[in-house]
């Protein structure tokens, strides 16, 4: 069976993995059967994949000799699959809520391979963060106040990060200018129970050069602890490392030809993430390593001579190509002479960026349910959600599709792992929530699935 993806204007075909290539291309009928099973929309998660993006960044670090650790951000995506996959590569776990940091304990993530990076943790997510000892990055000194209140007498000394808020992203209700820098570290001094191990900072958007600009701010802050007495060991970049989703020159085709005609809603969004931007993540970290950071330093080399450790949390470029979303079609209803609504079995919730008032620039894949007529004439549409709400609009693109999706046809949305499959799914209309399944191998070797839950996960969390 052979897989179409529709051709807007220059087209947006996703990179795909060979092995998701190849179940996409020659499996239809066992991906008609999963969701026959198992509802629409199905999310399929590939763990191991996960485990292939930390080995490449992994390299990366050990290219430049910098010591690191790497904490998988949990919040990316909802999936224990993942969770156990970073913790069987030996990676931690970057937990922002007190169910994150559960679900992490119960895989059998103990205190050293966690850290807190939320702005707003509760009073239980402090407690049970405190219980484990696991690092805590503090936003504020109002946070610092309420770590201090809950810290238990005689207890272990809890380690923590101070957030900072570079001066470029001053708008920002996250982390702390560096007088309050200076602010919690007095307080610190005075806290006995209290370890200040370094700073922590977390950017908007994907440039490198940003963040090279809040390192030289954090080393200055660095030295400054220094000569307070304190002895720091890590620098902590956050995440908003790129993938990327499509072929660069593609992109920047369909950048540059755009019209607000391309757009059901006749106008181009303010902005996109950078679906075919010119680095990998490898490439990304590398050009940040080699930034000039102080005395001609490069990043590594300070990192390196100050005997620093590099702490990064992930996202997105963990769950690089380790899920695809798969949607049934329902109908495709003509709303005019050359325009179509093809309506999924599934809601906007499930994978778009509309409601981020963007557009999840990649094309989907029609993958038909028997085999298409032999002549067939392409159609043009956009992809809508079937709740009764106009605005569930998967895509508002105008999407041309060289054969007719029909009903019963799948339309796979590839790479959703990084924040699209999940991050706003809900039980609207009552709907029950999209089923995830990690797919493995059987004793054959051919493609099987197995429920991603926290039960699955345990069995093969551990190393």
Known sequence: MTLHCHKPGAGLIPILRPSTAELLAGNGPLLIDWVARHGSPVNLIWPDELQRNLATL?????ESGVAHALYYGAKVNKSPGLLAAALRASAGIDVSSLYELRDARRLGADGTQLVATGP???AAFHNELIECNALISV?????LEDLIRW???GGPVQRVLLRLRPTNQARSRFGMPAAAIRQCLSRIVGECGLRFDGLHFHLSGYSWESRAQAIREAAGLISESRAQGFAPRMIDIGGGLPIQYVDQRAYQAYLAAQMPEDYRTVAVPASFYPYGGGLSAADWLRCLLRAPIADGRSFANYLVHE???????????LADQAAISVFRVLRVKAVGPDAHVIFVEGSSFSACETWFGSEFLVDPILVPAISPPVATNPIRGYLAGHSCLEEDVLCNRWLTFPIAPRAGDLLVYANTGGYQMDLLENEFHRHPMPSRLCVVQDAKGQPTLVPDTIGEAQCSARP
């Open 139 to 143: 936003d504020s000194p109002e946070e």
């Open 307 to 317: 005997g620093l450790v590099l702490g990064m949390e992930p996202g997105r470029a």
């Open 120 to 122: 707003a943790k509760t």
């Open 58 to 62: 992994r390299g990366v670090l050990r």
């Open 151 to 153: 810290l238990p007498a």
